[in-house]
């Protein structure tokens, strides 16, 4: 009787490496996939697309598996740079890491690995994959610190019936701790952060090169003009560093904030402290909606929602839904509610899914 085969993306770093032995371990036919998602900046003191794929391919060595390259990189720049561009040049601030993982790593990587004869597929994800009522569940990882269910929350019952993570019931440190107990090379290889395309280049110059600049006003919301700034697509809603407005015209004092963007004037606006109310909201609404159940969860029953990946989930309801848009209210009003990132909705340590936040009020 053949194994059931497992076809594993492996990055080069600690996680996926160690949910690729742990397969082995347990007896399935793995087989590792590196993904190579970004191609423009090889040659780029930025890009480590060739140290992950050496990396990958000495654990895969240790571990005892074969390892297939994969180049994803069309499939990348157009179904998830290409809307990266686009809500930038719309003032708002998106998510690639979210349409990355429903688009390229349990979409792309899922049919490549399908064609390879697999029964599943398997990442490194801090998330666990449940089951209620015939249906399957997304759930929280073990490690609260490391949980990754926030990015993952548009895969829907096909992408997770097919899909297994086999560190989301252990911490950080026992990953760490089973990687260099079993010798593999990358066991102390430090996290990779921030957006992948990007790495650690700073980010305005990277946005730069393919959005032009549009400077405007930087105004108080009583249109008393602070400053310029250099374009919309380079602020957030709540930032604080890099607004070039401290210590200038009432700068003295608590720190200066974005607190909206004027896409149709080009007006940046800033609001003085940290706790000022134009910086929290009660209510938002939330469009390109997923449902990892396939339907919409009750109105007005009581949930966690997160509007940014390192939060607790705060109570809400969602009061109103419909095919194209939900409306969600919270207990208690959100700072810095930024348009284009994702509100993701649980029930308990269950994610039901969510919604991209728009600008409507």
């Given at each position: 009787?053949?194994k059931?085969r497992?076809v594993?993306?492996?990055?080069?770093g600690?996680d996926?490496?160690?949910?690729?032995?742990?397969?082995?371990?347990q007896?399935y036919?793995?087989?590792?996939?590196?993904?190579?998602?970004?191609?423009?900046d090889?040659n780029?003191e930025?890009c480590?697309s060739?140290?992950?794929?050496?990396?990958?391919?000495?654990?895969?060595?240790v571990?005892?598996?074969?390892?297939?390259?994969v180049n994803?990189?069309?499939?990348y720049?157009?179904?998830?740079?290409?809307?990266f561009?686009?809500?930038?040049?719309?003032?708002?601030?998106?998510?690639?890491?979210v349409l990355?993982n429903?688009?390229?790593?349990?979409k792309?990587?899922?049919?490549h690995?399908?064609?390879?004869?697999?029964?599943?597929i398997?990442?490194?994800?801090?998330?666990?994959?449940?089951e209620?009522?015939?249906?399957?569940?997304l759930?929280?990882g073990?490690?609260?610190?490391?949980?990754?269910?926030?990015?993952?929350?548009?895969?829907?019952q096909e992408?997770l019936s097919?899909?297994?993570?086999p560190i989301?019931?252990?911490?950080?440190?026992?990953?760490?701790?089973?990687a260099?107990?079993?010798?593999?090379?990358n066991?102390?290889k430090?996290?990779?952060?921030?957006i992948?395309?990007i790495?650690e280049?700073p980010f305005?110059?990277?946005?730069?090169?393919y959005?032009?600049?549009?400077?405007?006003?930087?105004q108080?919301?009583?249109?008393i003009?602070?400053?310029?700034?250099?374009?919309?697509?380079?602020?957030?809603?709540g930032?604080?560093?890099?607004?070039?407005?401290?210590g200038i015209?009432?700068?003295?004092?608590?720190p200066?904030?974005?607190?909206?963007?004027d896409?149709?004037?080009?007006?940046?606006?800033v609001v003085q402290?940290?706790d000022?109310?134009?910086l929290?909201?009660?209510?938002?609404?939330?469009?390109?909606?997923?449902?990892i159940?396939?339907?919409?969860p009750?109105?007005?029953w009581v949930?966690?929602?997160?509007?940014r990946?390192?939060?607790?989930?705060?109570p809400c309801?969602?009061?109103?839904v419909?095919?194209?848009k939900?409306?969600i209210?919270?207990?208690?009003?959100?700072?810095?509610?930024?348009?284009?990132?994702s509100?993701?909705?649980?029930?308990?340590?269950?994610c039901?899914?969510?919604?991209?936040i728009?600008?409507?009020?």
């Amino acid at each position: 009787m053949s194994k059931v085969r497992v076809v594993v993306g492996m990055s080069g770093g600690v996680d996926s490496s160690v949910a690729a032995l742990l397969l082995k371990q347990q007896g399935y036919d793995v087989i590792g996939l590196f993904m190579k998602n970004w191609e423009e900046d090889d040659n780029s003191e930025y890009c480590s697309s060739r140290e992950d794929l050496v990396d990958a391919a000495s654990v895969a060595d240790v571990i005892g598996i074969p390892l297939e390259a994969v180049n994803f990189s069309a499939e990348y720049k157009e179904r998830v740079f290409s809307h990266f561009l686009a809500e930038y040049k719309a003032g708002r601030t998106p998510n690639p890491d979210v349409l990355c993982n429903a688009e390229i790593k349990f979409k792309a990587f899922l049919d490549h690995a399908t064609g390879l004869g697999a029964d599943y597929i398997a990442t490194g994800h801090y998330a666990q994959v449940g089951e209620a009522n015939g249906m399957c569940q997304l759930v929280k990882g073990e490690d609260g610190t490391k949980d990754q269910s926030y990015f993952l929350y548009r895969l829907n019952q096909e992408q997770l019936s097919k899909t297994l993570f086999p560190i989301g019931h252990l911490y950080k440190r026992d990953v760490r701790k089973i990687a260099r107990d079993w010798g593999l090379p990358n066991f102390s290889k430090k996290d990779s952060t921030g957006i992948c395309f990007i790495g650690e280049r700073p980010f305005r110059e990277f946005l730069s090169r393919y959005l032009p600049d549009e400077p405007g006003e930087i105004q108080t919301p009583a249109g008393i003009v602070m400053g310029k700034h250099d374009g919309l697509m380079y602020y957030t809603i709540g930032q604080r560093h890099g607004l070039g407005i401290g210590g200038i015209r009432g700068g003295e004092g608590e720190p200066w904030f974005v607190s909206n963007k004027d896409v149709a004037r080009n007006i940046l606006t800033v609001v003085q402290g940290h706790d000022y109310p134009d910086l929290f909201r009660t209510s938002l609404i939330a469009n390109d909606l997923a449902w990892i159940s396939g339907r919409a969860p009750h109105c007005n029953w009581v949930y966690g929602g997160k509007v940014r990946y390192r939060q607790p989930d705060a109570p809400c309801v969602i009061a109103h839904v419909d095919e194209t848009k939900c409306r969600i209210e919270f207990a208690q009003p959100q700072w810095a509610v930024a348009p284009g990132q994702s509100v993701v909705v649980y029930e308990s340590n269950v994610c039901l899914g969510g919604g991209v936040i728009t600008d409507e009020r």
